[in-house]
């Protein structure tokens, strides 16, 4: 079982920037190397959509078209950390972000599908609003 806390969201201005942290937890020598870790967002009235995953093992990524240049998503796997730096925000980045992790047992991981994440976070709230 793991534990997944999100961090860093907030209220800012469109053009402004905000910085995600998760970080995981776990059993006894955990590491991110076996999964895939990543953010969805929804908002309100809209289903959960993958914004950036990350897999462990080689650092490859996915990125939502809509937030390719915007958003980078890194992570620390000696920390069990979890990142997303989101630059230029707009108003439609506006929504709850959650942290999540899937248990990788093969090669394919893409397109991320939330169904298919085992552990969430409780969630943090971004606002992009002038």
């Known amino acids: 079982q793991l534990q997944l806390v999100e961090s860093g969201g907030g209220l800012v201005q469109p053009g402004g920037s905000l910085r995600l942290s998760c970080a995981v937890s776990?059993?006894?020598?955990?590491?991110?190397?076996?999964?895939?870790i990543g953010w969805f967002r929804q908002a309100t009235g809209k289903e959960r959509e993958a914004v950036s995953c990350?897999?462990?093992?080689?650092?490859?990524?996915y990125y939502v078209d809509s937030v390719k240049g915007r958003f980078t998503i890194s992570r620390d796997n000696a920390k069990n950390t979890l990142h997303l730096q989101m630059i230029s925000l707009k108003p439609e980045d506006t929504g709850v972000y959650y942290c999540?992790?899937?248990?990788?047992?093969?090669?394919?991981?893409?397109?991320?599908?939330?169904?298919?994440?085992?552990?969430w976070g409780q969630g943090t709230p971004v606002t992009v609003s002038s």
């Open positions: 999540a992790a899937q248990l990788l047992t093969s090669d394919y991981w893409l397109p991320p599908v939330a169904n298919e994440y085992d552990y």
């Open positions: 990350i897999r462990g093992s080689d650092g490859s990524t």
């Open positions: 776990g059993f006894p020598g955990f590491t991110l190397d076996f999964y895939a």
